[in-house]
């Protein structure tokens, strides 16, 4: 069973920044893709951004596309969510995940070797 460890979240206000963490026990042979995604009351849960385990590629959801970047950490199990401009909008929770394929990142349920992390909360204020 892959565990998955986020760290990093906070408050801050509009316009600031955070850096989340995330640390994978390891990659299951079925990992296509390792990254975020959101969920605050009252919204869908929003797929944020991922980067392809074996391509050098990354996927963002547009309305984080040129504020947010996500790399891989220095260990070869870690992503990392440079999160700048910050809005209130991206207050959310926050969660790591893992999964076979990008479908979880545009709203389906993970697949059923997905793996996600019990999240770290970011709250952004006016």
């Known amino acids: 069973q892959v565990q998955l460890k986020e760290s990093g979240g906070g408050s801050v206000q509009a316009g600031g920044s955070l850096t989340l963490s995330c640390a994978a026990s390891?990659?299951?042979?079925?990992?296509?893709?390792m990254g975020w995604f959101r969920r605050s009351p009252g919204k869908e849960r929003e797929g944020v951004a991922a980067f392809f385990i074996g391509e050098e590629k990354t996927w963002y959801a547009g309305s984080v596309k040129g504020r947010f970047t996500i790399s891989r950490g220095n260990s070869k199990y870690t992503a990392i969510l440079q999160m700048d401009r910050l809005t209130p909008e991206d207050t959310a929770m926050y969660y790591c995940l893992i999964d076979g394929t990008l479908s979880a990142w545009y709203g389906a349920n993970p697949g059923p070797y997905g793996a996600w992390g019990q999240g770290t909360q970011v709250t952004v204020s006016s």
């Open positions: 390891e990659f299951p042979a079925s990992a296509y893709a």
